[in-house]
């Protein structure tokens, strides 16, 4: 099947593996191959044609919800423009949530209070980081009924987050020398490293990556969660793994999305005799942490990693922040090694550490 370009369209793939494509505009969203209908044929083509002129609409979904409460209200919501034109995975992530609260709460007022926000999230509070969306989703949900006169206040604004985890283990120099060890320069499995490492991307734009990001010694992406637009320099480790590595199609490594490809990378992880922690994400902050320890500024991190906020970007570089400061602060009281004696013996401290950091 020839790849499709038309305006307006986008697919995902179900549970089952089967590829659905859509027409979406102005809050519509139309699927353009039910069932009997193989994508790329004539009839799939005469269903985009109407949809586009607008002869063929979206069938109205019937949830029997009442207007008022708030299932209904999260019905508009999903329906609306505001988020249908959302990066593909956050809709699939905020519907999720929405959901699930429709089916706990659907039938009650729409304004919630925010004691049942703040109920909801302790619920949840073994899972921090689900706890702390689930208000995030909620308050997204009411800043867009707000701004459409559906609703006079947020009940999720001043509820605080739940302390979470470190998230994602950051990989370390040894780490990654490891796992360049076990897979050599021309197997998909080092390309696959070498494309997280040295661009700090998330694993769904990875596995999205192909020749036509490549210009010159460029990569030019656009990330799918936020939609950032970045220009990368190939590094010296990229460009060696991608001239020894053969690629046929569209992308590098052949996957048909994120998912599927962080699954494939923990098993090359798992045989190359890595922690079980580490995992595709974890180089994205690998990157971010050792650009911190060479003394970027958070400026220049964010303008590889792409993160929106700075404070998103302060969580990965706070330890190595935290140590070039300090050692900034003593200057030139600090010593380069400490012997000291004991009931033990003697102990002594290694010299300072040098900068490892491959390729900035």
């Not at 922690?277 to 050792?290: F, V, Y």
């Not at 991190?301 to 922040?321: C, F």
């Amino acid at each position: 099947m020839a790849d499709i370009h038309l305006e307006y369209t986008c697919s995902d793939t179900d549970a089952r593996g089967n590829t659905r494509w859509y027409f979406r505009r102005g809050g519509q969203k139309i699927r353009l191959n039910p069932r009997g209908v193989e994508i790329g044929s004539a009839e799939f083509f005469d269903r985009y044609n109407r949809a586009l002129s607008g002869a063929l609409k979206a069938k109205p979904k019937r949830t029997g919800l009442q207007e008022g409460t708030l299932g209904h209200l999260i019905e508009q919501y999903l329906a609306s423009p505001e988020f249908n034109t959302l990066a593909i995975r956050t809709q699939a992530a905020r519907r999720g949530v929405l959901l699930d609260l429709q089916a706990e709460h659907g039938s009650k007022p729409a304004l919630m209070s925010a004691e049942a926000v703040r109920a909801g999230r302790d619920k949840r509070s073994a899972t921090p980081a689900a706890a702390n969306n689930r208000v995030k989703v909620i308050s997204a949900l009411y800043g867009w009924a707000m701004g459409r006169k559906l609703a006079d206040s947020n009940p999720a604004k001043g509820i605080g987050r739940l302390r979470e985890g470190d998230g994602f283990q950051c990989w370390t120099h040894e780490e990654i020398k490891q796992y360049r060890d076990h897979w050599p320069l021309g197997t998909r499995q080092r390309l696959a490293m070498e494309l997280l490492y040295c661009t700090a991307q998330r694993r769904g734009d990875v596995a999205r990556m192909g020749p036509q990001h490549v210009r010159g010694p460029k990569m030019h992406i656009q990330q799918e969660k936020t939609g950032t637009r970045l220009v990368l320099p190939i590094i010296q480790e990229l460009a060696a793994a991608m001239r020894a590595t053969p690629t046929n199609g569209l992308t590098f490594l052949g996957f048909k999305n994120g998912d599927s490809f962080g699954n494939q990378f923990a098993l090359w992880c798992d045989k190359a005799g890595l922690p079980k922690e580490c995992r595709a994400h974890g180089l994205r902050k690998a990157r971010a942490t050792h650009m911190a320890e060479a003394g970027r500024s958070v400026h220049e991190i964010r303008a590889v990693t792409g993160h929106k906020t700075l404070e998103e970007i302060e969580r990965y570089t706070e330890a190595a922040n935290q140590e070039r400061l300090a050692e900034r602060a003593f200057g030139e009281q600090s010593v380069p090694s400490v012997q000291s004696h004991s009931r033990t013996g003697t102990m002594g401290a290694p010299g300072p550490a040098t900068d490892t950091t491959e390729g900035e």
